[in-house]
T-cell receptor, first 112, second 116 residues
Framework: KQEVTQIPAALSVPEGENLVLNCSFT??????LQWFRQDPGKGLTSLLL?????REQTSGRLNASLDKSSGRSTLYIAASQPGDSATYLC???????????FGSGTRLQVQP | EPEVTQTPSHQVTQMGQEVILRCVPI?????FYWYRQILGQKVEFLVS????????KSEIFDDQFSVERPDGSNFTLKIRSTKLEDSAMYFC??????????????FGAGTRLSVL
């Protein structure tokens, strides 16, 4: 059964810092990996999706990498801003499936 | 930008009552999903729906749950006899449009279900 782990559980940084969020998964036979942002009491906003055949994806200040064989992904946020404060969730879908298995998230606070 | 809409935003019900949670997926999407998030816990997959039938379901999705696409736009989750442990945020999602991002799942804002 797929398990997704995110480290750290919480992170507080000053504005302007570059930061890395980590995600690991136990079964490397994945179809894709998706990073989401969740604001308190709100839904999930998709940030990036990496197909299993890809190594990385970029969107603005965000860069996500995937090392499928080692079961790891990182989300890099450049020049963090207070508006980036949210919980970041990593989720994977296994080969042949579309259901997402989520991690517990990293709660990020960017201080002005 | 197209979005997934869910109603109501908050539903309060008595234990044992039936509830129906409603979702309008993005119009050209082909796959529909329900997830739930119990307070303080991970988001959990419940069920996916494609071509008018269930394509995957989790162990959580037992006989108390059902899904339906009653018309061309709505997608519903019914809980037949609610239990206290059904209290959670329920998210609807859709994917499978015709563009390159067809695998991205887009989530609604959620319905908070409170079972008393």
């Amino acid at each position: 059964k797929q398990e997704v782990t995110q480290i750290p559980a919480a992170l507080s940084v000053p504005e302007g810092e570059n930061l890395v969020l980590n995600c690991s998964f136990t079964d490397s036979a994945i179809y894709n990996l998706q990073w989401f942002r969740q604001d308190p009491g709100k839904g999930l906003t998709s940030l990036l999706l990496i197909q299993s055949s890809q190594r990385e994806q970029t969107s603005g200040r965000l860069n996500a990498s995937l090392d499928k064989s080692s079961g790891r992904s990182t989300l890099y946020i450049a020049a963090s801003q207070p508006g980036d404060s949210a919980t970041y969730l990593c989720a994977v879908s296994d080969e042949g499936r579309r259901a997402l298995t989520f991690g517990s998230g990293t709660r990020l606070q960017v201080q002005p | 930008e197209p979005e997934v809409t869910q109603t109501p935003s908050h539903q309060v019900t008595q234990m044992g009552q039936e509830v129906i949670l409603r979702c309008v997926p993005i119009s050209n999407h082909l796959y529909f999903y329900w997830y739930r998030q119990i307070l303080g816990q991970k988001v959990e997959f419940l069920v996916s729906f494609y071509n008018n039938e269930i394509s995957e379901k989790s162990e959580i999705f037992d006989d108390q749950f059902s899904v339906e696409r009653p018309d061309g736009s709505n997608f519903t989750l019914k809980i037949r006899s609610t239990k206290l442990e059904d209290s959670a945020m329920y998210f609807c999602a859709s994917s499978g449009g015709r563009d390159l991002a067809k695998n991205i799942q887009y989530f609604g804002a959620g319905t908070r279900l409170s079972v008393l």
